[in-house]
């Protein structure tokens, strides 16, 4: 399904994907950048504190890495943001509680502490609002491009055209079986064989 940007509805929700994407993207290239820039371990389990967060050259990849993909999303828009955007926000979340139990131990290769695991937390969340906004909720207003695209209106014809016929069509042609007679001929009109009977008819009493 596409979202069709000429209608007011569809072009609501894809500004908010797009906008949702495209700052948590930018905020994420620009945490990784920044943890690049100078020149962490790649694997070090204590990190740098950049922003508040700690960070090592790992994370910095990863960041960058998937603030780059929310930035296309961002670009793409439509129904394609918006599914990056769930997914990426419930990347977000299990990383949180998975890293939340990896923190004290030797496994903490991406060095998060606990500030990480709330930024993960709370990103998540947000992230997987802005891409189950208008899409995954009940009561949506009819003109949702997503509520359109699950119950279709038959009044619109959309099932005449994929058989060839409309509905008119259709009822027009039932009235016309019902007139037709046997093998075609309509009602009241004689066919070949009853004109046939009738001359037999004429000539025996003639």
Known sequence: MELDTTRR???????VYRIGAGLTGLVLVGFGSAGLMIRLPLF???GEVIAGLSTNGALSFISIAIGSLLVGAAILGGKF??????????????SGLVNLYLMSTDFNVLAFSMPNVIFSFVV???VMTFGMYGR??????EDNPF?????PDPSTGDE????GSTGEDRVRGHGANRLAGPRGTAAGVPGPRSAARE????????
């Open 9 to 15: 509805a569809d072009r609501r929700l894809d500004l």
């Open 44 to 46: 070090d389990t204590q």
């Open 81 to 94: 943001a918006s599914t990056v955007c769930v997914a990426v926000g419930a990347a977000f979340v299990v």
């Open 124 to 126: 998540g969340l947000v």
């Open 136 to 141: 995954f909720s009940g009561g949506l207003p």
């Open 147 to 151: 509520q359109r695209h699950r119950h």
């Open 160 to 163: 005449g055209r994929e058989t």
């Open 199 to 206: 001359d037999s008819a004429e000539e025996f009493r003639g």
